[in-house]
């Protein structure tokens, strides 16, 4: 294909002692060569591909020295974007990278919009779209585990899988079309239905186990979102702060979105924590103080988890009782705190309100109970789930929503063929899955969905 040459700064704004302006297209190189000179002034065309150069880079106009660079050069299409790509490397500062770009802009080539790098990469073939949407997750993984789904996801796996479900698909068709050519053989529509049968149901359980993995990957993605939960002076703020503290907090700021956010993270045991509604809970102190047991029902909708904190010097009180009755169909973890002081709680009746939930003590003023509790975070994640490589892991809500219709069609589709309905019309659900399956990877999906997709993406990527 044939694409316009584009640049972009590539790394994170105003981050790092280096930044990199990128180009990518049939001209990157000669732009390259309009405004780079190397000390033995040879020209970047003569150079062989994958090389590393050091040089000035100089305005033409002015001969004047504008920074002094490294610069990769690499012809496609062993490349990101199967393009000429050459990537400037230069001093960090907001004013001097922009000072390169600018110049690059000057000399040819055109400012990428966001996602344009990875676009370009799907539409050259060398990517597909679940892959193109793995890239935009690396970018925004904040735990080694996640961004091990977005690897094993960018390194072609889903994609692998939903190759096979779409191959059995196509196989179910192919029987299906003898059977239609061939009406007057009663023993090919006897053959047709248990093949159909068969490899739909083998299809509709696959979809099922990526199903089963969506709701980890989507909390890996984009963080288990948690409240911190209890009666005024529990011991709630002591508890976000050693939870901040003892793990490394994650600032991430998710740009080239609408929503320019700044979220903050903190990683217990590979669990990304989404704090809720932190600022607040720092400012006002808390959430139940703030506004109310009845309105702080309205803050735990959306939440993944409670930690409910109770004071353990203190035996339960109605206001604590009411607390669990809140949280009652939720997921949760009961900290009964300070266990440093003289103990009033009935532990075995705080039990008996938690039903099968874990109550871990701490004692917040003296560190303990922490590695405790963080160990019951992780294990209520990742109880009775398979890790490791093995997995192939969903995160994608566009992915889940599709799997989810496929789901059904295929399931239509089952449900037609058992009741005896003609193998033809029955094929109108298997393609349709086929189809929707597709969508995933890019196969069949419309132009707008491209564009709109890779707009998300940050500048630069
Ligand atoms: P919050 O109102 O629920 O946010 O509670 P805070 O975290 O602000 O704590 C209230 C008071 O309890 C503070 O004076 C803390 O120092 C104290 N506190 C917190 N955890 C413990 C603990 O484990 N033991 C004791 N003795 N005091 C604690
Ligand atoms: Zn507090």
């Given at each position: 294909m044939d694409f316009d040459t584009i640049a972009a700064i590539?790394?994170?704004?105003?981050?790092?002692a280096i930044a990199i302006v990128r180009l990518s297209g049939d001209e990157a190189i000669a732009i390259a060569d309009h405004i780079f000179q190397a000390p033995n002034r040879k020209k970047l065309a003569e150079q062989a591909t994958h090389t590393i150069h050091y040089g000035h880079l100089i305005d033409p106009a002015t001969e004047e020295v504008v920074e002094e660079v490294m610069l990769s050069l690499m012809r496609g299409p062993k490349t990101f974007t199967r393009e000429d790509v050459v990537e400037i490397n230069c001093h960090g500062g907001l004013v001097s990278v922009n000072r390169v770009l600018q110049l690059a802009l000057r000399y040819g080539a055109r400012l990428a919009e966001p996602g344009e790098f990875t676009k370009r990469a799907f539409l050259n073939g060398r990517i597909d779209l679940s892959q193109a949407e793995a890239v935009m997750d690396l970018i925004r993984a904040k735990t080694d585990r996640a961004m091990n789904v977005a690897l094993t996801q960018m390194d072609g796996k889903l994609s692998r899988l939903i190759g096979q479900l779409r191959q059995a698909l196509l196989e179910t068709l192919a029987q299906v079309e003898v059977n239609i050519d061939y009406p007057e053989y009663d023993d090919v529509e006897e053959m047709t239905v248990p093949v159909l049968l068969e490899k739909c149901s083998w299809v509709r359980d696959e979809i099922d186990k990526l199903l089963t993995t969506s709701s980890q990957g989507k909390i890996l993605r984009e963080g288990l979102s948690t409240v911190i939960l209890g009666r005024p002076n529990v011991g709630k703020s002591s508890l976000l702060n050693s939870l901040v503290h003892e793990n490394k907090a994650i600032v991430t700021n998710?740009?080239?979105?609408?929503?320019?956010i700044i979220e903050e993270y903190v990683n217990v045991r590979g669990v990304p924590l989404r704090l809720v509604d932190t600022a607040g809970i720092r400012e006002t102190e808390d959430i139940v103080e703030r506004i109310g047991v009845e309105r702080s029902r309205e803050a735990l909708k959306g939440a993944d988890l409670i930690l409910l904190v109770l004071n353990g010097a203190e035996s339960l009180s109605p206001e604590d009782e009411r607390l669990f009755e809140t949280i009652e169909h939720m997921d949760y973890i009961v900290v009964v705190n300070k266990?440093?002081?003289p103990q009033q709680i009935d532990l075995q009746y705080v039990q008996k309100l938690a039903g099968t939930r874990r109550i871990v003590t701490t004692s917040l003023l003296q560190e303990e109970g922490v590695a405790e509790l963080e160990e019951a975070i992780s294990a209520l994640f990742f109880e009775g789930q398979v890790e490791g490589g093995d997995m192939t892991y969903v995160s994608n809500a566009r992915h889940i929503a599709l799997l989810h219709q496929a789901r059904k069609t295929v399931e239509d589709a089952l449900n037609a063929a058992e009741a005896g309905v003609p193998v033809d019309m029955v094929q109108i659900d298997v393609t349709r899955t086929w189809e929707i399956l597709g969508e995933i990877v890019g196969d069949t999906v419309q132009e707008s969905l491209i564009n709109q997709l890779f707009s998300q993406f940050c500048l630069g990527k």
């Open positions: 590539s790394t994170p704004m105003g981050e790092g998710i740009a080239g979105t609408t929503r320019d266990t440093d002081l």
